[in-house]
């Protein structure tokens, strides 16, 4: 433990001394490259300063752009590259990797479970964030109710998935049932059921998850934008004779329609990205398999890369309208469009 810790230690400060030399050597050598030669004041000097102010920003972006080209844009296209090479790359096989994807049932399996997830999950997780902000804000005990429905968002999914399979657990219909879920419904004399086995509904079942970790981040959201409704709008509502209700969904609705839009859309990527819950609840078994999961099957388990590929390129490619979508929509809050 203590090696683990002193080698944690002495990455960082490895880290944060080569930041430093990096910014103080690169100064140093551009002030040394464009140094002044000409007169205080003449047009020379202008020049050279004019010049190194316009580097100097860049010296700064420089190693972020670098490690951003490298392990982001760079895999793009080798990926996009990729799926149109055969398992192992060596021989190129045009689109027949796509014409296989949308052949095979799996695959058309995995879209239609992406599709529901992209219907479900996003939805409720910002429903069930935006009515938890509001009632909290109404009740002495808020802060606590808040601090108890964000703390999901603080575990792993895979950590999530662990807490869920004892919730769904099933130990047969003879023997004592350790599953929260199947407790609850001998309980009432009904028969346990393995959950995770029922289809379609063990699709819903692993919603259920995701769900729960993503209510807490619309709700902290969400309730940030909530606060900053003007008091003085709703106060006017009531005077007018406005219900709760009807302050609800005709004042505050409207007024952080663009936070909701946000909210929204950053679920919807990270549903499209879907993986670890799937990957450790199911591993895409009983009809439960999901895009992602197929690409890491086909990729690192069968070993073909070309099929991997052409499934990471559906999921980028169902990915990118809804990030294009969301920057425009945050330039035009902003008024920069």
């Given at each position: 433990?203590?090696?683990?810790?002193?080698?944690?230690?002495l990455?960082?400060?490895?880290?944060?001394?080569?930041?430093?030399?990096?910014?103080?050597?690169?100064?140093?050598?551009?002030d040394?490259?464009?140094?002044r030669?000409g007169?205080?004041?003449s047009?020379?000097?202008?020049?050279?300063?004019r010049?190194?102010?316009?580097?100097?920003?860049?010296l700064?972006l420089?190693p972020a752009?670098?490690?951003?080209?490298?392990?982001?844009?760079?895999?793009?296209?080798?990926?996009?590259?990729?799926?149109?090479?055969?398992?192992?790359?060596?021989?190129?096989?045009?689109l027949?990797?796509?014409?296989?994807a949308?052949?095979d049932?799996?695959?058309?399996?995995?879209?239609?479970?992406?599709?529901?997830?992209?219907?479900?999950?996003?939805?409720?997780?910002?429903?069930f964030?935006?009515?938890?902000?509001?009632?909290?804000?109404r009740?002495?005990?808020?802060?606590?109710?808040?601090?108890?429905?964000?703390?999901?968002?603080?575990?792993s999914?895979v950590g999530?998935?662990?807490?869920?399979?004892?919730?769904?657990?099933?130990?047969?219909p003879?023997?004592?049932?350790?599953?929260?879920?199947n407790?609850?419904?001998?309980g009432?004399?009904?028969?346990?059921?393995?959950?995770?086995?029922?289809?379609?509904?063990?699709?819903?079942?692993?919603?259920?998850?995701?769900?729960?970790?993503q209510t807490?981040?619309?709700?902290v959201?969400?309730?940030?934008?909530?606060?900053?409704?003007?008091?003085?709008?709703?106060?006017?509502?009531r005077?007018?004779?406005?219900?709760?209700v009807?302050i609800?969904?005709?004042?505050?609705?409207?007024?952080?329609?663009?936070t909701?839009?946000?909210v929204?859309?950053?679920?919807?990527?990270?549903?499209?990205?879907?993986f670890?819950i799937?990957?450790?609840?199911t591993?895409g078994?009983f009809?439960?398999?999901?895009?992602?999961?197929?690409?890491?099957a086909?990729?690192?388990?069968?070993?073909?890369?070309?099929?991997?590929s052409?499934?990471?390129?559906?999921?980028?490619?169902?990915?990118l309208?809804?990030?294009?979508?969301?920057?425009r929509?945050a330039n035009r809050?902003?008024?920069?469009?």
């Amino acid at each position: 433990m203590i090696v683990q810790i002193f080698n944690a230690v002495l990455a960082v400060a490895v880290a944060l001394a080569g930041a430093a030399a990096y910014f103080w050597g690169s100064n140093w050598l551009l002030d040394k490259v464009l140094v002044r030669s000409g007169a205080a004041g003449s047009g020379q000097e202008v020049g050279y300063d004019r010049l190194r102010t316009a580097i100097r920003p860049w010296l700064f972006l420089f190693p972020a752009l670098l490690f951003l080209s490298v392990y982001l844009v760079y895999p793009v296209f080798e990926t996009a590259r990729l799926s149109l090479y055969n398992a192992n790359g060596s021989r190129f096989v045009g689109l027949s990797n796509y014409v296989w994807a949308f052949g095979d049932p799996t695959f058309r399996q995995s879209l239609l479970n992406n599709f529901l997830w992209l219907l479900i999950v996003p939805a409720l997780s910002t429903g069930f964030g935006l009515v938890i902000a509001v009632l909290a804000d109404r009740v002495w005990w808020g802060n606590i109710a808040k601090s108890l429905i964000f703390m999901p968002m603080a575990i792993s999914f895979v950590g999530a998935s662990v807490i869920w399979r004892f919730v769904y657990a099933y130990r047969g219909p003879d023997q004592p049932q350790i599953g929260v879920l199947n407790a609850l419904v001998t309980g009432i004399g009904l028969p346990p059921q393995n959950w995770i086995t029922m289809v379609p509904w063990n699709s819903f079942f692993l919603m259920v998850i995701l769900i729960w970790i993503q209510t807490g981040f619309a709700m902290v959201i969400l309730s940030a934008a909530l606060r900053g409704i003007p008091e003085e709008t709703m106060e006017a509502a009531r005077i007018d004779g406005a219900n709760e209700v009807q302050i609800f969904f005709s004042i505050m609705i409207p007024q952080i329609t663009g936070t909701l839009v946000v909210v929204w859309t950053t679920i919807t990527i990270t549903v499209l990205k879907v993986f670890d819950i799937v990957f450790a609840m199911t591993n895409g078994e009983f009809q439960t398999e999901v895009l992602a999961n197929l690409m890491y099957a086909w990729m690192f388990r069968n070993g073909d890369f070309g099929r991997g590929s052409t499934i990471a390129v559906v999921i980028l490619i169902a990915v990118l309208p809804i990030m294009i979508w969301n920057v425009r929509n945050a330039n035009r809050e902003q008024g920069t469009r």
